[in-house]
């Protein structure tokens, strides 16, 4: 299957990237940043455990299914599209994800971040590659400094969600089968590939949460030095 930057590959800047690269959108600007992509099936805790690293750790906490949510509330033109796709359990096209994200990188004024749910397929992953930090060397694409991994079987996943009642209109039986699906095809290949570059922390986040979060302490401990 193509990606959305396949027709572009001729030219130095993407087409989709100069859009991503708006003067008023671009990000990030001119600072170093840190960036951690937290990845693992719906309710393996990704979001449980990043409240945590975030108060112990100093990173903000980007959940890219939180800013989509936002998305629709805030009545976009995007947003009935959003919606569709959310409750279809769908990956929503990189390019609006991706400038949801920029945006709040922006807006948070900090350099470090967990970037949960997010990339959540391979086009997800080539999209954000083609992200351009300028600075400290110019052209240069942001790496994520490790992945965190959520390891969980799908029988906890699924006990998680539908007790997690916070009204999604997504946590539904139905819906959650398509989205352990779209995980299983189109997500465990984007942490495969990371796994690869020998980028991969996972985690057994079967466990209870105290518990997971002691693994999660440890591998964030080089970062303890810069605790807010
Ligand atoms: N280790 C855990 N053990 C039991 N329940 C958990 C654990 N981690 C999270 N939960 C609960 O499971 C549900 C899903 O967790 P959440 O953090 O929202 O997952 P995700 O962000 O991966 O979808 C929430 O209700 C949360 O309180
Ligand atoms: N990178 C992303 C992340 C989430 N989404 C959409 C599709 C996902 O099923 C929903 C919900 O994602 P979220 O990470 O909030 O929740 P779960 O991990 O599935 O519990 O949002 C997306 O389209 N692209």
Redesign the pocket.
Known sequence: MGTMLDATVDVPVPVETSKLQDADESFPGDKKITVVFVL?????G??TQCANIVQHFGFTHL????L??AEIKSGSENGTM?QN??KE????PSEV?IKLLQRAMRESGNDKFLI?????NEE?RAAFEEVIQTSPVPQTKIEPEFVLFFDCSEEEMQQR?LGRNQGRE?DNIETIRK?FK?FMESSLPVIEYYNSKGKVRKIDAGKPIEEVFEDVKEIFSPYSAQVA
Do not use: E, Q, W, Y
Not at 40 to 44: K, L, R, T, V
């Open positions: 693992g099936g719906p309710g393996s990704k979001g959940s890219a299914g939180d989509l949510r959003i796709m959310i359990g769908k990956i929503v994800t949960d749910g997010f990339p959540r997800n969600i997504d989205r779209v």
